[in-house]
Nanobody
Framework: QVQLVESGGGLVQAGGSLRLSCAAS????????MGWFRQAPGKEREFVGG????????EFADSVKGRFTISKDSAKNKVYLQMNSLKPEDTAVYYC??????????????????WGQGTQVTVSS
């Protein structure tokens, strides 16, 4: 089964950018729909964005639309979450997730059987 490892988190000032990476082993990400979720302290985990299996279609939560993008790099077997114009409310642990069931973007947490361990993103004001 596929194993996922996120990286790229850290501390950034408001208005700055970060790029999160999700590296896979034991599976080829071009055969998975991928998603990014986040969980802030005291809050439930929420959908941030996702990309379809073929990498063509993406969807984002309204809170990040226009600021975040997702891309797949099949050659490196990685998925990226590019985060621009970061806000303090973007502070959370970010998780990548994979689903082999669906061809399209999966927005529901339950649609992803495979998860990474998460990476912390902290945005200071």
């Amino acid at each position: 089964q596929v194993q996922l490892v996120e990286s790229g988190g850290g501390l950034v000032q408001a208005g700055g950018s970060l790029r999160l990476s999700c590296a896979a082993s034991g599976g080829t990400l071009s055969t998975y729909a991928m998603g990014w979720f986040r969980q802030a302290p005291g809050k439930e985990r929420e959908f941030v964005g996702g990309v379809s299996r073929n990498g063509v279609r993406t969807e984002f939560a309204d809170s990040v639309k226009g600021r975040f993008t997702i891309s797949k790099d099949s050659a490196k077997n990685k998925v990226y979450l590019q985060m621009n114009s970061l806000k303090p409310e973007d502070t959370a642990v970010y998780y990548c997730a994979a689903s082999k069931i669906s061809l399209v973007v999966v927005t529901a947490e339950g649609g992803y059987p495979y998860w990474g361990q998460g990476t912390q993103v902290t945005v200071s004001s």
